[in-house]
């Protein structure tokens, strides 16, 4: 075994002690697995009696080395809740191109999208932040039509433009 990946007896038993105070189930199985190799067990035989790969006991082994216990508990995740604005503030937000729809300007996410970053400070390479917040306040995608789908041929137009001008007749 490496020297880095050498805990000592005294981390094993620190390791121990904390695992009866931890409630995070995640952290507590790490830090067994940390702990046996403090106790003598090679990363092969830990990764065998925690199923974890051999290549994760050493790395969670060098994790402890370099941050400490702290680091085994925690899984690098900040939070779900990361909403830029309330809903209130979306409404409020929302409400001005309602404004420009109403008077007939189209809007496009673009648009929002721009005006979105500008509000918040953040610059989005995706889309799907707008889509998702148009989805929330009940927003739909409407389009105009290239051309009516029951449009009549331009020959039945021709020969009802005929048959109009000579019943006036």
């Not at 990946?5 to 038993?13: F, P």
């Not at 148009?134 to 290239?146: A, D, E, T």
Request: charged letters at 30%; hydrophobic letters at 35%; aromatic letters at 6%.
């Amino acid at each position: 075994m490496k020297a880095i990946y050498k805990i000592s007896s005294e981390s094993a038993a620190e390791l121990r002690e904390r695992i009866r105070t931890t409630k995070n189930a995640v952290a507590c199985r790490r830090m067994e697995a940390v702990a046996l190799l403090g106790e003598g067990k090679t990363p092969e035989e830990v990764a065998e009696i925690k199923k974890y790969h051999a290549v994760y006991v050493r790395h969670l082994a060098v994790l402890y080395h370099k941050e400490g216990i702290d680091a085994l508990g925690s899984d690098g995740r900040r939070g779900g809740n990361n909403r830029m604005m309330s809903k209130d503030e979306a409404t409020e937000f929302l409400e001005q191109f309602k404004e420009q729809a109403r008077a007939g300007e189209m809007i496009t996410v673009g648009v929002i999208a721009q005006a979105l970053n500008a509000k918040t400070g953040r610059e989005r390479k995706s889309l799907s932040t707008v889509y998702s917040l148009l989805h929330q306040h009940g927003w739909r995608k409407v389009m105009p039509r290239s051309k009516h789908p029951n449009k009549a041929s331009d020959e039945e137009i021709e020969s009802s433009k005929k048959l109009t001008y000579e019943s006036k007749n």
